[in-house]
């Protein structure tokens, strides 16, 4: 992890100097991580509305066009960042269905996330960590799989998961945005997490 927090650092300065092989390699290393936080986000329903490599294409093209206005930390800020305009860009993709007299706001919910701290992936021991979303997407395969998975789960697990699991928030910051206790979330996130993966296991 620090050889690519390292290499991603690397990338990022020369990117905001104007390198454009740079940009390249940014926008090889990270396409795929952004697939899935926009696709996760989308949901089943929105996902058959919206075309989602579209919207990982501008969430990319959006943030290495606006590394000037990014300060460089390590790889979470990087990954908070890329995450934070993915939200936007489902968001606007949203009001132009809606402008469009499409409006599927009423169908789907689309989940409310904040600023995210901490990098990387949470790691969650026992039984279920083969089948949790950080294993799967490191591995790259049943990505599919998964997405079935999290489509079958409750929304305030769903939301759980992806808070804590894919974006990487701590417990404190979670129960901050939920209203609840760091042990609630812990809950929470728990339950999620077995639910997931029987969901996972089932199809």
């Given at each position: ?22 940009l390249n ?57 890329l995450s ?93 945005r939920l ?25």
């Amino acid at each position: 992890m620090c050889t690519f927090s390292h290499k991603t650092r690397h990338l990022v300065i020369l990117a905001k100097n104007g390198d454009e092989s740079a940009l390249n390699q940014l926008y090889r290393v990270y396409a795929e991580r952004v697939r899935w936080m926009v696709r996760l986000r989308m949901g089943r329903e929105l996902r058959s509305k919206l075309e989602s490599m579209d919207l990982v294409q501008d969430t990319l093209i959006h943030a290495l066009s606006g590394l000037d206005d990014f300060t460089y930390k390590d790889e979470g800020d990087f990954v908070r960042w890329l995450s934070k305009i993915a939200e936007n860009e489902i968001r606007g993709s949203l009001k132009k269905l809606h402008a469009d007299k499409r409006d599927i706001r009423k169908e789907v919910r689309l989940y409310n996330y904040g600023p995210i701290t901490g990098g990387g992936f949470v790691r969650t021991p026992g039984p279920i960590e083969a089948t949790t979303p950080s294993v799967i997407m490191s591995r790259k395969e049943d990505l599919a799989k998964l997405e079935k998975a999290m489509d079958e789960l409750k929304p305030e697990y769903r939301e759980a998961i992806i808070l804590t699991k894919i974006e990487g928030l701590s417990y404190e910051k979670v129960a901050t945005r939920l209203d609840k206790s760091p042990d609630a979330v812990r809950m929470l996130a728990t339950r999620a997490m077995v639910s997931l993966a029987a969901a996972f296991r089932s199809i």
